[in-house]
């Protein structure tokens, strides 16, 4: 079984810092005794797009906003093969220059953005080997859509599978 860690998203700033900056990067680490390998793992929309790009014909990709604190669980993930990392929620900057939890705990929530959106991000391809080599083939975004009662946007939640 693989033994890969993903850093996903999250605040590149410090919370101090009069300019804040929120990712979407995804990093995967491959571990090999006692040691750790990192590398920068490229992310498309469906459509093979880079995210955070605009492809020749001037269409942006579909990929998810930045944002910190959402929440995550990995599905599908079974014998040798890797499945999907889910993600939902997180909270977005809005117009807020500073950290948006800097601003919510200084001035109550101040244009900040609780997304409510669900995104699995396919980790088929994903190897220790590919991690190691800094070779990965580029994971896909998928927005999933949800029917029926979809939840508030919201940051800090918890994500659990029931797989029974």
Same mark, same amino acid.
């Given at each position: ?7 996903? /998203?999250? %605040?590149?700033?410090? *919370?101090?810092?009069?300019?804040? !900056?929120?990712?979407?990067? &995804?990093?995967?680490?491959? *571990?090999?005794? /006692? ?10 929309? %469906?459509?093979?797009?880079? #995210? ?7 269409? &942006?990709?579909?990929?998810? !906003?930045?944002?910190? =604190?959402?929440?995550?669980a990995i599905m599908g993930n079974t014998g040798g093969s890797n499945g ?16 948006? *939890?800097?601003? *919510?705990? !200084? ?20 190897? !220790? =080997? #590919?991690?190691k080599l800094s070779e990965c083939e580029p994971l896909a975004w998928h927005q ?21």
């Open positions: 079984q693989s033994q890969i860690l993903l850093l996903l /998203g999250g %605040e590149r700033t410090g *919370f101090w810092s009069d300019l804040s !900056e929120l990712s979407m990067d &995804v990093h995967g680490g491959a *571990f090999a005794s /006692g040691i750790m390998t990192m590398t920068k793992l490229w992310t498309t929309d %469906e459509q093979g797009v880079d #995210c955070g790009q605009t492809d020749s014909a001037g269409d &942006v990709a579909i990929c998810p !906003e930045v944002r910190r =604190d959402m929440a995550v999907k990392l889910l993600m939902f929620g997180g909270m977005g900057m809005g117009t807020a220059a500073i950290s948006p *939890f800097r601003s *919510f705990l !200084e001035k109550g929530q101040v244009d900040l953005q609780a997304y409510n959106d669900l995104w699995f991000l396919d980790m088929a391809d994903l190897t !220790e =080997d #590919c991690i999933v859509d949800v029917l029926g009662n979809k939840p508030l946007g919201r940051w800090g939640a918890g994500l659990m599978l029931d797989t029974s």
